[in-house]
Structures are given as structure tokens and as C-alpha cells.
Nanobody, 128 residues
């Protein structure tokens, strides 16, 4: 129903920046929210940032990235981007884009079990 493809991962030094992009296709008009999650080896998948579809485009961030990361939408291109600044070693993880078609709560925006569609993931490595 919805296909997601991430791009923009790579290696960056601490304090550097990286921009991830999630391109959506299929029935994108049905998407309620899009979010970025990350998972490091041996750790649970963590919600990083989410954005609601529609005009309001409410944004949500987990505390560890608030002020450093910015999520945005480009509806004309059906993409969601995550601009990551002031990167830290602990940001190292595989980052996944996900979309959900069912309305969810504010807390649910960053809960991976709420999401229906997932991209393949991209590696982000922060290292000196």
C-alpha cells in the first residue's frame, strides 16, 4: 500500500551533520503520520522523530534529539526528511522511516508498534 525508501545515511564525525530522506510511493494519501526510528545493535528500536500528514504537520521529537534534529515534509515530492545536526557518537544506529495510516495518539507517533509500513533502513555512523 505504501512503499518507503530511505537515503542519505553514511559516516560523519561528532558534531557534524547528515540529512536523511524518506521517499514514499503508493497510497501516500492514506498516511496519517510518518516517523523516523533508529536501532543500534543489541538495543530496542527507538522513536526519533515523527510528523503528521495534512496541513498542520505537527512534529514530535524524542528528548535526546530535540534541538539537534529537524523533521520536515515535502508533499509535492512525497518525501520526509530528517536533518541531523550536532551529531553524537550515541546517534550511531540504523535509521528507519515508517508510515502509519491509522490515527494514533501523540505518544503513539513515536511507538514503532503503531506503524504499518517500513523502509529498509540506512546506516548512520558517527565516529572520529
Amino acid at each position: 500500500q505504501v512503499q518507503l525508501v530511505e537515503s542519505g545515511g553514511g559516516l560523519v564525525q561528532p558534531g557534524g551533520s547528515l540529512r536523511l530522506s524518506c521517499a514514499a510511493s503508493g497510497r501516500t494519501e492514506d498516511v496519517f503520520a510518518t516517523a523516523w526510528f533508529r536501532q543500534a545493535p543489541g538495543k530496542e528500536r527507538e522513536g526519533v522523530s515523527g510528523i503528521l500528514s495534512g496541513r498542520n504537520q505537527q512534529k514530535y521529537y524524542t528528548g535526546s534529539v530535540r534541538g539537534r534534529f529537524t523533521i520536515s515534509r515535502d508533499d509535492a515530492e512525497n518525501t520526509v526528511a530528517l536533518q541531523m545536526n550536532s551529531l553524537r557518537v550515541e546517534d550511531t544506529a540504523i535509521y528507519y522511516c515508517a508510515a502509519v495510516t491509522r490515527p494514533t495518539t501523540i505518544a503513539g507517533v513515536l511507538e514503532p508498534e503503531k506503524y504499518d509500513f517500513w523502509g529498509q533502513g540506512v546506516q548512520v555512523t558517527v565516529s572520529s
